[in-house]
């Protein structure tokens, strides 16, 4: 194919480029590459072809590349065809990188500020769970059989199965055979919690405040009885790797109903409605911070926690220290340095 056929056939697309860099530029963002300017069908055609599959177009923009210099054309094609490859290139993947540089920056920066923040909330979250699992946990020391006020005697057997002394493996449950199929029970464990925790919110707050609630009393019970039955070293030795992670989400995932409550019962000067979409914003950052802790827990509780082959004092350790670094995380990531 000569020189000007190549270039007469795939001028449109070429063009569409341009147009499509021209209106990226000015944000970083992809826009439609339709400018103001009118554009005739065939640049429109052009232009549909790009945004409708962005990666198979630019392997067919450096596949133009790649021959014009095989087949020799002129250095004014050539070097087009050079500039657009990298020029498109550079918007395609500087891009990735701007969104992985701002998931960095929520992750180091954004999401514990936004903890401090709001510590308020974050703090009755985090007292309407521990006080009753606190509270229960203590009690069944006084009273064991108050764990049945709350859990099935079934259920109990279950749980003393899955934390006796001569359990293979700890938390396992008898229908899990491997640690995978462990890792999917604790995530949807978890994620149950996480959700009553967040959904209860749109209930003005009253279905958080009870979840919360439930789930601190529920987790006190369990720990209680297990501890008063005496099987303290199986028990907390199981739950103290992951224990910093799992609870911590679900105090989040309450603060993230709290906020939507708070936007319903008081939303101050604003409409509720108004309210409610900027609590949701920041319910929706205590969401995610939530699930990646609820995803550590449960991939921790499958793989470390239900392990037998580790001693005791090393578990104990390690969830110490995962206590440490998430509690520092949360309470100094994110601080704006002083000036010098």
Same mark, same amino acid.
């Given at each position: 194919?000569? #020189? &000007?056929?190549?270039? $007469?056939?795939?001028?449109? #697309?070429?063009?569409?480029?341009?147009?499509?860099l021209g209106a990226t530029s000015a944000s970083g963002k992809r826009k439609p590459a339709r400018q103001k300017e009118?554009?005739?069908?065939? !640049?429109?055609?052009? !232009?549909?072809?790009? &945004? =409708?599959?962005? @990666?198979h177009a630019f392997r067919r923009l450096c596949?133009? &590349?790649?021959? $014009?210099? =095989?087949?020799q054309y002129s250095s004014v094609v050539q070097d087009r065809l050079r500039v657009l490859v990298l020029a498109v290139h550079q918007r395609i993947y500087g891009a990735r990188k701007k969104e992985g540089i701002a998931v960095l920056k929520f992750?180091?920066? !954004?999401? @514990?500020?936004?903890?401090?923040? #709001?510590?308020?909330?974050?703090a009755l979250a985090a007292l309407l769970f521990a006080l009753p699992l606190v509270i229960m946990l203590v009690a069944l020391q006084v009273y064991p059989d108050g764990v049945y006020l709350l859990i099935s005697p079934h259920s109990i057997n279950n749980f003393e199965d899955m934390y006796a002394p001569t359990a293979e493996r700890l938390g396992a449950t008898r229908s899990a055979s491997t640690e995978w199929m462990m890792w999917g029970y604790y995530i949807r464990n978890n994620i149950g919690i996480d959700f009553q925790c967040l959904a209860g919110g749109i209930a003005f707050g009253l279905g958080s405040v009870f979840f919360l609630i439930y789930n601190g009393l529920f987790i006190g019970a369990v720990a209680g009885h297990l501890t008063q039955i005496g099987y303290v070293e199986t028990f907390w030795s199981f739950v103290a790797g992951h224990s910093a992670f799992e609870l911590v989400g679900a105090v989040l995932s309450g603060a993230a109903g709290l906020k939507l409550g708070q936007a319903l019962i008081a939303p101050g000067l604003r409409s509720r409605r108004t309210a409610l979409k900027e609590n949701a914003v920041v319910a929706a950052k205590f969401l995610m911070g939530a699930a990646t802790l609820t995803f550590l827990a449960a991939f921790i509780e499958a793989f470390w926690s239900?392990?037998?082959?580790? @001693?005791?004092?090393?578990?104990?350790?390690?969830?110490?220290?995962?206590?440490?670094?998430?509690? $520092?995380?949360?309470m100094f990531f994110g601080r704006e340095r002083n000036a010098a």
């Open positions: 194919m000569k #020189e &000007l056929q190549f270039v $007469s056939r795939r001028e449109a #697309e070429w063009g569409a480029w341009e147009r499509w009118a554009v005739d069908a065939a !640049d429109a055609q052009a !232009d549909a072809r790009i &945004l =409708d599959n962005i @990666p596949h133009d &590349l790649a021959l $014009s210099r =095989d087949r992750v180091l920066h !954004d999401f @514990p500020a936004l903890v401090r923040r #709001e510590r308020r909330t974050v239900a392990e037998r082959a580790f @001693p005791v004092g090393v578990k104990y350790g390690v969830g110490i220290g995962f206590w440490v670094v998430t509690l $520092s995380y949360l």
